[in-house]
T-cell receptor
Framework: KAGVTQTPRYLIKTRGQQVTLSCSPI?????VSWYQQTPGQGLQFLFE???????NKGNFPGRFSGRQFSNSRSEMNVSTLELGDSALYLC????????????????FGAGSRLTVL | AQKITQTQPGMFVQEKEAVTLDCTYD???????LFWYKQPSSGEMIFLIY??????QNATEGRYSLNFQKARKSANLVISASQLGDSAMYFC????????????FGKGTSLLVTP
């Protein structure tokens, strides 16, 4: 079955612009999470959505937002881009929320690499 | 607060040898999950192995095994019979109710497999 699909894979923006990234989870997966990866900060949790509701949020400013649609697809938006937003943005999907043993492992997409100039 | 520590920024191993990547964690939760992911240069995070805090047996998945020592709060990844394709970044991560089930990652270990 198809994996987690993220689009676009690469994009370049300038400071002050906004960007929208898209994530299509594995069919049947209801939870979608977003992570930011930078060389300095490593992998940091942004937010998690389940049944179109944000269930958990990391420590990021309000410029970072997201949503989930009824088909479980998710988008994240970053407004008023700053140079420090340059990163690999990873989307992951899982069957459900919570730990629920190894059956609820997060499967990641290939990421969207954002460069802010 | 949860913390994942990977003390080896980089490791070398010869092809066909075994290698151990270290991971220690800190949590006050009783129920948690430990994960290892591999990230090749392409960027995608690939799930390798999972260990639940209540699992009594060490997890194994093919050439990967997890050396889980709960009292010492360590969850080392052992890769047996290394292959050139194993060269990548390896991340240890933990998930628990305290983090709202978000994955909390270590800084990673870069593994290079040499011929």
């Amino acid at each position: 079955k198809a994996g987690v699909t993220q689009t676009p894979r690469y994009l370049i923006k300038t400071r002050g612009q906004q960007v929208t990234l898209s994530c299509s989870p594995i069919s049947g997966h209801r939870s979608v999470s977003w992570y930011q990866q930078t060389p300095g900060q490593g992998l940091q949790f942004l937010f998690e959505y389940f049944s179109e509701t944000q269930r958990n949020k990391g420590n990021f400013p309000g410029r970072f937002s997201g949503r989930q649609f009824s088909n479980s697809r998710s988008e994240m938006n970053v407004s008023t881009l700053e140079l420090g937003d340059s990163a690999l943005y990873l989307c992951a999907s899982s069957l459900n929320l919570g730990l629920a043993s190894g059956a609820n492992v997060l499967t990641f997409g290939a990421g969207s690499r954002l460069t802010v100039l | 607060a949860q913390k994942i520590t990977q003390t080896q920024p980089g490791m070398f191993v010869q092809e066909k040898e075994a290698v151990t990547l270290d991971c220690t964690y800190d949590t006050s939760d009783q129920s948690y999950g430990l994960f290892w992911y591999k990230q090749p240069s392409s960027g995608e995070m690939i799930f390798l192995i999972y260990q639940g805090s209540y699992d009594e047996q060490n997890a194994t998945e093919g050439r990967y095994s997890l050396n889980f020592q709960k009292a010492r709060k360590s969850a080392n990844l052992v890769i047996s019979a290394s292959q050139l394709g194993d060269s990548a970044m390896y991340f240890c991560a933990m998930r628990s109710s305290n983090s709202g089930y978000a994955l909390n990652f270590g800084k990673g270990t870069s593994l290079l497999v040499t011929p």
